[in-house]
């Protein structure tokens, strides 16, 4: 098994809709990405999990930062991906897909 620290953009492809039904207040994770060129057609959610942090103003609150999500995609390959709630000013990018493992060896590498 192969696993790759990718850190990279991911782009929904937003006619593919969603994988499942998400829970109130967290996004709808894509059925499918876009990486580089490579499309990635998730299957299945193997895990997910939130990231939380304190207020940035000073307050007491706690704010979701990031969703995370392990994912089979269609091809075997496991993908760990997150979305990011709040992104840097300015920012589009919103998913991004952490790591990749492919069970069958070689994990690609992808031009972006």
């Known amino acids: 098994m192969a696993k790759r620290l990718v850190s990279a953009e991911l782009r929904p492809v937003a006619t593919a809709g969603f994988l499942g039904t998400p829970r109130v207040g967290d996004p709808g994770l894509p059925r499918q990405f876009l990486w580089g060129t490579r499309a990635l057609l998730l299957r299945e959610v193997l895990d997910q999990w939130k990231e939380s ?8 609150e706690r704010y979701v930062r990031k969703h995370w999500f392990r994912v089979r995609a269609a091809d075997d390959t496991v993908l760990t991906v997150y979305f990011d709630r709040q992104a840097r000013t300015g920012a589009k990018r919103r998913w991004w897909l952490y790591t990749i493992t492919e069970e069958k060896g070689e994990v690609p590498c992808v031009e972006t």
């Not at 942090?53 to 007491?60: A, E, L, M, N, Q």
């Open 53 to 60: 942090g304190p207020c940035r103003s000073g307050g007491g």
